[in-house]
């Protein structure tokens, strides 16, 4: 990771007075990655429909829709209803939700009956247990990820659970098709996979379309493999609309840095802010962003030292990352570091308050207001457990 390691610093003033660990979030350099995500979206912030997985604040969701981005996806009930607080008019739940879940997404689009909110199905039942809501229906696609939806190649179960959609009486949104397992390191491998894919998606909608069914968008991509549907000519010359989902590229990440092209611009806006705490030998310290700080989810090292490339973070205990002095002065204990994660997304999720970073290092403090899930009973219900 150390060749995408940013030298610029992300310094806040009175740093030392700071609890750390902290996430720390610069919205001016949010600003910068939203407007290139758009310009690589030919300009058209119609689309994209970011999932708010990264995000996850409300005052970030509300920079997205300052931007002109008004359609957006989601995880979690707490992502969908934050969604919907921020100004986001057009959220889809993509997530298959049943059960309780599934009657918390009725509530939610009752309180929100200026936000189109919608979900994904996958079998005719699915689709039969939305009858009489007026939420949205997407047909998930599995494109090869095998994480969820219909295999793309069993056309006849796609075309009947469009039926199952049509016969409930529901609205028919499209096809979501998540192409996340691509991401050779080669942009160019990566388009051509990425192509090929959607040449199996187009037959797809035309499908579908045979049948009866319009299809009014389809959804492909997440961060690494957005840029190659933004350069596929089908979508751009079809009747639906087509949108792309990267979400991790409003913050960025250490593995998004890797794996899109340096000339697009794209910067990291959210760091882990650490501080050193020990010296237990003298090529290695140690500072206080263990893995409930620093996801651990994506690998080790799991993260990069803003500035410092030969100190390499090592496997990371609960509270404690011990890192390895490769070149370089080893920090002073009570040094500050700040840290890039490898994956910014449940990074951010770790934390319940974000430093907002302004100008010349000031910060305020905002809630990550969609951290976690909602409760498990919600405070209407009297029932008890145990």
Request: glycine fraction near 8%; charged fraction near 15%; aromatic fraction near 6%.
């Amino acid at each position: 990771m150390g060749n995408v390691i940013p030298t610029a610093p992300y310094l806040i003033n009175k740093a030392s007075e700071l609890l750390t660990p902290a996430l720390a979030i610069y919205p001016a350099i949010v600003d910068q990655n939203i407007a290139t995500t758009i310009r690589l979206l030919s300009g058209d912030a119609r689309r994209w429909r970011p999932h708010v997985k990264t995000a996850k604040l409300q005052f970030i969701m509300h920079r997205l829709v300052q931007h002109g981005v008004a359609q957006a996806k989601c995880s979690t009930t707490v992502e969908l209803s934050t969604a919907c607080a921020a100004g986001i008019k057009d959220v889809l739940l993509a997530y298959p939700v049943v059960g309780a879940t599934a009657l918390r997404v009725r509530e939610l689009a009752a309180e929100n009956p200026q936000v189109q909110i919608s979900v994904l199905v996958e079998n005719p039942a699915q689709a039969a247990a939305w009858k009489g809501s007026r939420i949205g229906i997407f047909i998930d696609v599995n494109p090869g990820m095998d994480r969820t939806g219909i295999e793309q190649d069993h056309i006849p179960a796609i075309l009947e659970v469009a039926a199952a959609i049509a016969n409930a009486g529901l609205a028919f949104r499209g096809l979501h098709y998540y192409d996340g397992h691509l991401t050779a390191p080669s942009l160019q491998e990566r388009e051509k996979l990425a192509h090929y894919g959607y040449d199996r998606l187009m037959e797809i909608v035309h499908a579908v379309e045979r049948s009866g069914f319009r299809v009014d968008e389809v959804i492909t991509s997440g961060t690494p493999a957005f840029a190659c549907a933004a350069t596929y000519a089908p979508f751009r010359e079809s009747s639906f609309v087509h949108r792309a989902s990267p979400g991790t590229v409003v913050f960025n990440d250490a593995s998004s840095l890797g794996q899109l092209p340096g000339e697009w611009g794209y910067q990291p806006a959210a760091v882990v802010v650490s501080t050193v705490v020990s010296h237990p030998r003298a090529n290695l310290f140690t500072c206080d962003a263990g893995h409930k700080a620093v996801s651990a989810d994506a690998g080790v090292p799991t993260c990069a030292v803003v500035g410092r490339p030969g100190l390499v973070p090592l496997k990371p205990s609960e509270e404690h990352l011990p890192i390895e002095v490769k070149s370089g002065a080893r920090p002073a204990i009570g040094e500050a570091l700040y840290l890039i994660p490898r994956h910014v997304c449940p990074t951010v999720n770790n934390f319940d308050a974000a430093l907002i970073v302004t100008g010349q290092g000031s910060a305020v403090v905002e809630p990550v207001t969609a951290r976690g899930h909602e409760p498990p009973l919600r405070a209407r219900r009297t029932q008890q457990v145990g």
